[in-house]
């Protein structure tokens, strides 16, 4: 009996010893310290939301050739929280149709967040494009988890969709591009030195 109970005890430890040198064996290899750069790219996935996630042309400019059918495609992301139909209940979050023009956090029957309620001013086409980019950093504390739109043009089609939808308020014009900005400035400036130019003459 006792010679049993030696054998399994050496065993045992012999197992124990194993284990112990194949942790120092692996700990050497596979050593945990913290990478230089955290995480990886996914290739082929578009970054959405953020300040700085696009840098082209203004909301007027991209309101001016918005495409109320693909507004539509995009909204159907939002789809899932909102309505947009005259009447239509709130969800998630409110009822959207006719929102284009109103205060905000001003739907009735939908609890907003305080973030959102200290917002004042009305749902522009400026604020909702600057909404719809990043809801986190228009209204620091949100209720609203959506990351945002990174896509200027995207943000357009669905400001235009959900201008149709019963708030129909005239666009904004399109900015002027940089070049014709700057003849536009140096303009009067020539026509005020014409005059001079004459009377010298």
């Given at each position: 009996m006792?010679?049993?109970?030696?054998?399994?005890?050496g065993?045992?430890l012999?197992a124990g010893?194993?284990?112990?040198?194949?942790?120092?064996?692996?700990?050497?290899?596979?050593?945990?310290?913290?990478?230089?750069?955290m995480g990886y790219?996914?290739?082929?996935?578009?970054?959405?939301?953020?300040?700085g996630?696009?840098?082209?042309?203004?909301?007027?400019t991209?309101?001016a050739?918005a495409?109320?059918a693909?507004?539509?495609k995009v909204?159907?992301k939002?789809?899932?929280?909102?309505?947009?139909?005259q009447?239509?209940?709130?969800?998630?979050?409110?009822?959207?149709?006719?929102?284009?023009?109103?205060p905000h956090a001003?739907?009735?029957?939908?609890?907003?967040?305080?973030?959102?309620k200290?917002?004042s001013?009305?749902?522009?086409?400026?604020a909702?494009?600057?909404?719809?980019k990043s809801?986190r950093?228009?209204?620091?504390g949100?209720k609203?988890?959506?990351?945002?739109?990174g896509?200027?043009?995207?943000?357009?089609n669905v400001i235009?969709y959900?201008?149709?939808?019963?708030s129909?308020?005239?666009?904004?014009a399109?900015?002027?591009?940089?070049?014709?900005?700057?003849?536009?400035a140096?303009?009067p400036?020539?026509?005020?030195?014409?005059?001079?130019?004459?009377?010298a003459?």
């Amino acid at each position: 009996m006792d010679d049993r109970f030696n054998t399994m005890a050496g065993w045992a430890l012999f197992a124990g010893i194993i284990a112990l040198g194949g942790t120092i064996v692996s700990g050497k290899i596979f050593h945990g310290g913290r990478p230089e750069k955290m995480g990886y790219a996914i290739e082929g996935v578009e970054a959405e939301g953020g300040a700085g996630a696009d840098e082209g042309p203004g909301i007027a400019t991209l309101l001016a050739s918005a495409d109320v059918a693909a507004g539509e495609k995009v909204f159907g992301k939002c789809a899932a929280c909102h309505t947009v139909n005259q009447g239509g209940a709130n969800g998630i979050g409110p009822n959207l149709y006719g929102i284009v023009g109103k205060p905000h956090a001003s739907i009735a029957g939908f609890a907003y967040s305080d973030a959102l309620k200290s917002v004042s001013g009305n749902w522009t086409f400026e604020a909702l494009d600057a909404w719809l980019k990043s809801p986190r950093a228009y209204a620091d504390g949100t209720k609203m988890t959506f990351a945002g739109l990174g896509n200027g043009v995207d943000r357009a089609n669905v400001i235009a969709y959900l201008n149709a939808q019963g708030s129909n308020l005239p666009l904004p014009a399109a900015e002027a591009a940089p070049a014709e900005a700057a003849a536009n400035a140096a303009e009067p400036a020539a026509n005020a030195a014409e005059p001079a130019a004459n009377a010298a003459e």
